[in-house]
T-cell receptor, first 116, second 115 residues
Framework: AQSVAQPEDQVNVAEGNPLTVKCTYS??????LFWYVQYPNRGLQFLLK??????LVKGSYGFEAEFNKSQTSFHLKKPSALVSDSALYFC??????????????FGSGTRLSIRP | DAGVIQSPRHEVTEMGQEVTLRCKPI?????LFWYRQTMMRGLELLIY????????DSGMPEDRFSAKMPNASFSTLKIQPSEPRDSAVYFC?????????????FGPGTRLTVL
């Protein structure tokens, strides 16, 4: 089975400070991992993904995520937060060895709030 | 590309009425997904299609919900009869699985309010 957990419902960061949004996963094989962002009254937007290769993945809007196989984590990071980064962030996982279908599992979401 | 298109963007209806939500996936994508988002339950996968064929409908809450994909460029999600607890934002997403990465692209959603 495959699952994903986002342990924090909300993360508060001051503008200009680094931010981290946590994600852990559970799969039986090698995972595909994703981060999506949702701004108010909008659909989810793809930020970045890890399929294979370099453990540090760079994505849109200056975000990056680090795949850590030993800790089964895929935390989202940004060196300097902007107020405009305030949104709801979703981590998602797919275990290609578990299913041939394209179904991915989304976490519960973490609300990121950046204060000026 | 215009992205995933959903209509209507907002729907307000009365309990007992039939509601039909529409989705046009990105051209060339072979998977289509319907999700529901509420504050209480978060993002839930309702059903998904591959090449217009339903693959997994285990997330459909009740028989009142049905989904169809008559062709590669159109899908509907129908609720009949609607109930107040169906109030939510419904998202459609599509992906091109043959690319091997399964990135899903979401539409803007339909906000459904059942009075």
């Amino acid at each position: 089975a495959q699952s994903v957990a986002q342990p924090e419902d909300q993360v508060n960061v001051a503008e200009g400070n680094p931010l981290t949004v946590k994600c852990t996963y559970s799969v039986s094989g090698n995972p595909y991992l994703f981060w999506y962002v949702q701004y108010p009254n909008r659909g989810l937007q793809f930020l970045l993904k890890y399929i294979t290769g370099d453990n540090l993945v760079k994505g849109s809007y200056g975000f990056e995520a680090e795949f850590n196989k030993s800790q089964t984590s895929f935390h989202l990071k940004k060196p300097s937060a902007l107020v405009s980064d305030s949104a709801l962030y979703f981590c998602a996982v797919r275990d290609p060895g578990y299913s041939s279908a394209s179904k991915i599992i989304f976490g519960s979401g973490t609300r990121l709030s950046i204060r000026p | 590309d215009a992205g995933v298109i959903q209509s209507p963007r907002h729907e307000v209806t009365e309990m007992g009425q039939e509601v039909t939500l529409r989705c046009k996936p990105i051209s060339g994508h072979d998977y289509l997904f319907w999700y529901r988002q509420t504050m209480m339950r978060g993002l839930e996968l309702l059903i998904y299609f591959n090449n217009n064929v339903p693959i997994d409908d285990s997330g459909m809450p009740e028989d009142r919900f049905s989904a169809k994909m008559p062709n590669a460029s159109f899908s509907t999600l129908k609720i009949q009869p609607s109930e107040p607890r169906d109030s939510a934002v419904y998202f459609c997403a599509s992906s091109f699985a043959t690319s091997g990465t399964d990135t899903q692209y979401f539409g803007p959603g339909t906000r459904l309010t059942v009075l």
